[in-house]
C-alpha cells in the first residue's frame, strides 16, 4: 500500500501498532484515519533509531492519540531516504507541514 503526498510516494499508511524497529534515513507521518480516507497529524524525520518505543516516547504522542481519538485510528507512512542529509530530509518536511499544517507540527 502507498499513499502520495506532494509528489513523493510514500510506504502504507499502517496502523502504528504494526511498526517495528529498525528506521534508517527516512521521513515519517502519522495521520488519522477517518471514513474518507486519512489526515496527516504530523510530519517529521529521523536519522536512524533501533528503539521499539519510538512513537510512544515521541513528545507529540499525546498530540497524535488526542487528535486521532485513539491509538488504533493511528497510523504511520514511510517515505524512506537513503543515504540522505538532515537537511534533505528536513526539507520535504517543511513542504509538507507547509502544505498540509499538520495540528501536531503547529501546536
Known sequence: MAIQILHYEFLGPIEISEW?????QLIYLLFRKTKNG???LYASQVEKTEKT???IQNEKFKCWIQHAGSEKLLYLAI????DS?????ERVVQ???SKY????NTE
Do not use: Q, V
Open 53 to 55: 518505543d519510538f512513537f
Open 85 to 89: 542529509e538532515e537537511s534533505e530530509r
Open 20 to 24: 517495528g524497529p529498525p528506521m534508517n
Open 95 to 97: 513542504k509538507i507541514i
Open 38 to 40: 486519512f489526515n496527516i
Open 101 to 104: 499544517r499538520p495540528p501536531c
Open 79 to 82: 517515505y524512506p531516504m537513503p
